[in-house]
Nanobody, 125 residues
């Protein structure tokens, strides 16, 4: 049974930083591209960042490029999202997901049980 558990969310002021973690179990971690997504109130879930091949390849949405960094630890089966220079527009529930390939991951085409439960990030101005 696949299980993804996010942690690290919280409330910060604009300009602050947070580091999210997603611990995976029930899957061969280094075979799956992993990604972070977010969903703000009243908006659709959007892809934020992705990583594959033990961190050799990373991908970012334009809205977070230069501010967020995705990384992974295969031994710990954990993917991280370091978020710096946070803005109020980054306020959302952040989810991690595991995909079969990068394109499917970026499109959010992920089976229901390959999503985490989410962690809230709130950025105040």
């Amino acid at each position: 049974q696949v299980r993804l558990v996010e942690s690290g969310g919280g409330s910060v002021q604009a300009g602050g930083s947070l580091r999210l973690s997603c611990v995976a179990s029930g899957l061969t971690f280094d075979l799956y591209p992993m990604g972070w997504f977010r969903q703000a109130p009243g908006k659709e879930r959007e892809w934020v960042a992705a990583i594959r091949q033990a961190g050799i390849d990373t991908y970012y949405a334009d809205s977070v490029k230069g501010r967020f960094t995705i990384s992974g630890d295969n031994a710990e089966k954990t993917v991280y999202l370091q978020m710096n220079s946070l803005e109020p527009g980054d306020t959302a529930v952040y989810y991690c997901g595991a995909g079969s390939n990068i394109l499917s991951l970026q499109q959010g085409n992920i089976p229901d049980d390959f999503w985490g439960q989410g962690t809230q990030v709130t950025v105040s101005s």
